[in-house]
C-alpha cells in the first residue's frame, strides 16, 4: 500500500485513540467535510484513506468479481493501522468498514457506518435494496460514459437534502473519476454483509437517512431482525450525503461522537 494512499491529520491532544475514516464510491480520502475533521479530531489521530482504485491508491483493476482483490487490500491496510483503532465508514466506505471489523475483531474497538446497507442490491431474501436490473444499467453507463455517470450519481445523492441542486454541485466537486472506479460498483454489487453484520464484535452504530434514494431507509427493520444487543440502527433526517448537510450536521455529528465516547458493555 503507498503511503500516499493514507492521510494522518493528528489529533488535538497526546495519544489520542485512532479513528479510520473510509469515504464513499467515487471519492477520495480527502473529500470529508473539514469541519467533520476538525470535530473527530477534538477526540481522535484522524487516518484518512483512499479506497482501491480510488484518489492516490495505486490500484488499477477493473473488477474483482470474487472480492480478492478487497480482501488482500484490507490485509494490507491492517499492517499500516495502530493494534487498537476504531472505524468510520460511508456509503461504499461502511460496507467494507463491516468488512474489516468482522476481519480484525481484536483490534477494531468500534464500527461508525453510514447511509449503507448491508447489501446495496436486491438479492433473495432482501428486498429493501436497489433492483439488480437498475444497478446493471449504472454500471454499463459508467463502462460508457464515466464522468457523466459520476456526476449523474452525485445527484442521486443529493436527492432529499435541503437544496439538492446546491448539493449536487457541492459533491461534483468532491469526486474524482478514474477507469479503477468500476471496479468499486463490482463490489457494491457483490458485498452481501448479512452474515458479516451478524459476526461483528465490536460495538456498532448504524444510521441511515430517511429520505435516501440509494439506500431506503425502510431497510432498517430487517437489519434491526439481524443485530445483536452490541449493534444499534438509526435512521435520521437527511439525505445519502448526509456527512455534508449543514442543517443536521451538529446532530449527526453528535450522535456519532457519543456512541465512540461511550462505555459499552
Request: net charge negative; with cysteine; glycine share 4%.
Amino acid at each position: 500500500m503507498m503511503e500516499s494512499s493514507i492521510q494522518r491529520c493528528p489529533g488535538k491532544h497526546p495519544c489520542s485513540p485512532t479513528l479510520v475514516l473510509l469515504h464513499g464510491w467515487g471519492y477520495h480520502k480527502s473529500a470529508w467535510p473539514e469541519s467533520w475533521l476538525q470535530n473527530l479530531a477534538e477526540h481522535y489521530d484522524l487516518l484518512l484513506v483512499d479506497l482501491p482504485g480510488h484518489g492516490d491508491d495505486s490500484c488499477h483493476e477493473l473488477a474483482d468479481s470474487d472480492l480478492s482483490v478487497l480482501d488482500i487490500w484490507l490485509q494490507r491496510l491492517g499492517t499500516s493501522l495502530p493494534a487498537q483503532y476504531s472505524l468510520l465508514g460511508w456509503s461504499l466506505g461502511g460496507q467494507i468498514a463491516m468488512r474489516l471489523a468482522q476481519q480484525q475483531p481484536d483490534r477494531v474497538q468500534r464500527l461508525v457506518c453510514l447511509a449503507n446497507n448491508l447489501s446495496f442490491v436486491q438479492r433473495e431474501g432482501w428486498s429493501d435494496a436497489m433492483p439488480e436490473q437498475v444497478f446493471t444499467q449504472f454500471q454499463t453507463a459508467f463502462a460508457r460514459l464515466p464522468e457523466k455517470t459520476l456526476q449523474r450519481f452525485c445527484a442521486l445523492q443529493a436527492q432529499g437534502s435541503e437544496d439538492p441542486m446546491a448539493m449536487t454541485k457541492l459533491l461534483r466537486t468532491q469526486v474524482h473519476c478514474r477507469p479503477s472506479l468500476a471496479m468499486g460498483l463490482d463490489w457494491l454489487a457483490r458485498l452481501d454483509l448479512r452474515e458479516t453484520w451478524l459476526q461483528i464484535t465490536c460495538p456498532a452504530l448504524l444510521l441511515l437517512a430517511e429520505q435516501d434514494a440509494l439506500v431506503p431507509a425502510s431497510v432498517v427493520a430487517a437489519i434491526k431482525l439481524l443485530s445483536t444487543q452490541n449493534q444499534e440502527t438509526y435512521v435520521l433526517a437527511g439525505s445519502h450525503a448526509m456527512t455534508w448537510e449543514q442543517s443536521t450536521e451538529e446532530r449527526l455529528l453528535s450522535r456519532v461522537t457519543e456512541f465512540l465516547e461511550a462505555d459499552h458493555v
